[in-house]
T-cell receptor
Framework: QQQVKQSPQSLIVQKGGISIINCAYE??????FPWYQQFPGKGPALLIA?????SEKKEGRFTISFNKSAKQFSLHIMDSQPGDSATYFC???????????FGKGTLLTVNP | KAGVTQTPRYLIKTRGQQVTLSCSPI?????VSWYQQTPGQGLQFLFE???????NKGNFPGRFSGRQFSNSRSEMNVSTLELGDSALYLC???????????????FGPGTRLTVL
């Protein structure tokens, strides 16, 4: 059972454009929603995270939008750059379980 | 602060062998989690340790085991290796917030295991 569904699988954006990646979750016990960025040959690196007490969090060019009633959250990358080309994973955790449940990932390509 | 370190970075084993992977968490972090990453299944949770105790375990066979030492360093072991165990094994450490709230997990670079 996939508890976090991520879309799209791949995304191509022009430099300067906006990249949007969406995730939906099922478990209402989740209370922590991070996004990770992974480059080839590297481990995932935390990009930005949100808790359900806020609907939006912004850090630089990266914004998380969170809709608790719809059980959805999304990552927006403004002014996308070729250096943002990587795989992005959404994740969720919470309740009595400290594990992260990951989405399947989105391969983002930003063309120069 | 140094990040999460994992050794070795690359391993090649043959079917039936066993392997031990090591993880050193960020200084002060007491929670260590292990994940398996494959192209087909993505990132899957293996187990999590806190203060030398396994608190959570994912849906993996008993061939996968782990332990944590008093200095928070952790090892995972896979016995009787199968071809399907070829994967990137990632370790993540976390500073547990008082009250048990989920906290950020910081990942190491992973160990790339190839089973021939």
């Amino acid at each position: 059972q996939q508890q976090v569904k991520q879309s799209p699988q791949s995304l191509i954006v022009q430099k300067g454009g906006i990249s949007i990646i969406n995730c939906a979750y099922e478990n209402t016990a989740f209370d922590y929603f991070p996004w990770y960025q992974q480059f080839p040959g590297k481990g995932p690196a935390l990009l930005i995270a949100i808790r359900p007490d806020v609907s939006e969090k912004k850090e630089g060019r990266f914004t998380i939008s969170f809709n608790k009633s719809a059980k959805q959250f999304s990552l927006h990358i403004m002014d996308s750059q070729p250096g943002d080309s990587a795989t992005y994973f959404c994740a969720a955790s919470g309740g009595s379980n400290y594990k992260l449940t990951f989405g399947k990932g989105t391969l983002l390509t930003v063309n120069p | 602060k140094a990040g999460v370190t994992q050794t070795p970075r690359y391993l090649i084993k043959t079917r039936g062998q066993q392997v031990t992977l090591s993880c050193s968490p960020i200084s002060g972090h007491r929670s260590v989690s292990w994940y398996q990453q494959t192209p087909g299944q993505g990132l899957q949770f293996l187990f999590e340790y806190f203060s030398e105790t396994q608190r959570n375990k994912g849906n993996f066979p008993g061939r996968f085991s782990g332990r944590q030492f008093s200095n928070s360093r952790s090892e995972m072991n896979v016995s009787t290796l199968e071809l399907g165990d070829s994967a990137l094994y990632l370790c993540a450490s976390s500073l547990l917030i008082a009250g048990g709230m989920t906290d950020t997990q910081y990942f190491g670079p992973g160990t790339r295991l190839t089973v021939l």
